[in-house]
């Protein structure tokens, strides 16, 4: 064995180097931080080279923990290629002459490790998996592909799949699978939605595919933008972490309710919040918005305190007319009536005075008295608000049912929509009746996750936010728990202004193992939504399910290494966090927040009594069962659920 110590020992070698010139690298990039206001020409570029050199500065950030690079790839010399060997890892590092100590995982040579097989080898004539314990490197093991060896689901692979999970969520570099590494370099102008099973590692690739594009268009999603969207601020939190261990901190991450700007401090009816989620509120609010706009009755006639210019009735009306036809936004419209009123004044000063008028003068006439009570009264000026405290006012609207218009009226209606205590729901058609009024900033990417749980008109401000962008969708239609969730993807991606988008199943586990998920696959006749059956490539998951108490598992599970998540219905958390049993790794959680999160351990107390407190009470029992990652105890005295009750 004195050989392989020996590739071990020059592997840790060149991890060490690899070590000091991310180091060096980083230091540079101080240095010329320090330095950057004595060699940028003017403020303005000082300013913005420091802006540079700080970002620069926090990509370099190393962390002994992590590894710098998990694989490396011999690549055989093809045609003008040279090939040569090449360690993989989570971003680029070069020794002082420039050369490549360790490839990104996003470069394209890259993309060989996660796709080079024996029957397409990809001139790989080995790749090598490392082995690591807190960073330090301890084994490695190799796939001699062009000589027919592949591992396939190998030792190493299985065992950073299976380390415990403690603390936010991890990258999963080392890890891609295939069909994975597909949809992560999936191009920028594509819009994809994934439907994962639980495990299935949706959110690693939603997460990769954005520090790929970050990778690819650099320069164009900086100026546009990167937005990630997840269900609550617990899993924003969880996933935090993923995106920065890869080198990319100018993302934005954010809730639904995060992106609207509007403060919540009223609670709908579960009758009135599933209406104003409805799509038909889209046109309701659209149509009250349009009947604004009228038609000039009078001609306008206005002073500049040298002459007294006129524009008849006539040309109004064809001013409005026309920029109706041109549907712009609603506040855009409202603007291109004043300029054109403004033009035709100037043509008449034109040619009287043979110059043109200045733009002082040109402002002046726009926000003169006449000119804006013809705008007032043909096209009158709305805020948001004030276009949903209309509706909510007086919903009459042929759209809605009598009963649909009842369940959303004020019951005693505000006196002004400044002193309305608006709902969440209220907040999402705010931002519906901003987008009708003004255009919205759209975002390069958008990574949506746990999108099943999505109201249409929670979808249409994604939509307005991703106009000129693509997204990436991730979900599970056996995991939708609100009243609305989406029982199938076309009519969501529809809302989404992406109708197009490929939807590409992911069935295969990585983490959640075979034992949990054959315990979640009972439930998916009852679900009412047509989604294949789970499988999973790990055997070594515990399953008890019994009468037992909550305090004697919890110790039980302290014995193993990991977290461990105590899990229940909402009404339920209170007492058991009464009972002292939280702690730094023992965690309790409503069933209502458990969502997209991971446990080693969890710990599902009273089945029955999640069930019960929901009307989609078995899609959120799915969800609570597909969060252990290794241990799963169900603890029940009432008798479990139907699906499960011949499960002992």
Known sequence: MPALQD???????????????????????????????????DPFAAETLGRHLARRIAELADSPDTPLFFGKLDVAAVDDDEGGRFHVGRRHVTDVAGEPMVLDWRAPMSRKFYQASVKDPQDVSTRRRFGFVRGELTSFEDEHLRAGEELGTSRILLEEIERPRVGPMRDIVATIQPEQDELVRAELDESICVQGAPGTGKTAVGLHRAAYLLYLHRERLRRSGVLI?????????????????????????????????????????????????????????????????????????????????RVSTEALRRIVDDVRREAPPYGIGRERVRARIVSLLMRQSEARRGDSPSEGWQRRMGRSQPVLEVLDHAWPAVTPEQLVFEVLSDPADEVLEPHEQAAIAWAKPPKTAKSARWTVADAVLIDEAAGLIDRVPSFGHVVLDEAQ????????????????????????????????AARE??????????????????????????????????????????????????????????AFPLAEVVQRALAFEGSIGVIAADATVPQIVAAGIESERVTVLPASLAKGLEYDHVIVVEPADIVDAEPRGLNRLFVVLTRAVSRLDVLHERPLPPPLDRVS
């Not at 269900?231 to 995060?258: K, M, R």
């Not at 998920?517 to 515990?542: H, K, M, W």
């Open 7 to 41: 590739e071990l020992a020059a592997e840790r070698a060149h991890l060490e180097a690899s070590r000091k010139a991310l180091r060096r690298m980083r230091e540079h990039a101080e240095d010329l931080f320090a330095t950057g206001n004595q060699v940028a020409g």
């Open 229 to 309: 969207v997840g269900p609550n601020s617990a899993f924003l939190s969880y996933i935090a972490s993923v995106l920065p261990a890869l080198g990319e901190i100018e993302v934005q991450q954010s809730t639904i309710d995060g992106l609207l700007g509007t403060p919540v401090k009223g609670v709908d009816a579960d009758a009135a919040a599933e209406v104003k989620h409805d799509p038909r509120m889209a046109t309701v609010l659209a149509r009250r918005l349009n009947a604004k706009i009228k038609r000039p009755e009078e001609p306008l006639t206005v002073s500049d305190g040298s002459y007294r210019w």
């Open 489 to 546: 993807w076309r009519t969501l991606l529809g809302h989404l202004g992406k109708p197009g988008a490929r939807v590409v199943p992911l069935t295969t586990g990585f983490r959640v193992p075979a034992v949990v998920v054959a315990l979640a696959n009972r439930l998916l006749p009852a679900l009412g939504v047509d989604v294949p059956e789970a499988r999973s490539l790990r055997t070594d998951g515990a399953l008890t399910i019994g």
């Open 453 to 484: 749980d999505l109201s249409p008109m929670q979808a249409r401000v994604i939509a307005r936010r991703s106009e000129h962008g693509s997204i990436t969708l991730l979900g599970d239609l056996a995991q939708g728990t609100a009243p609305w």
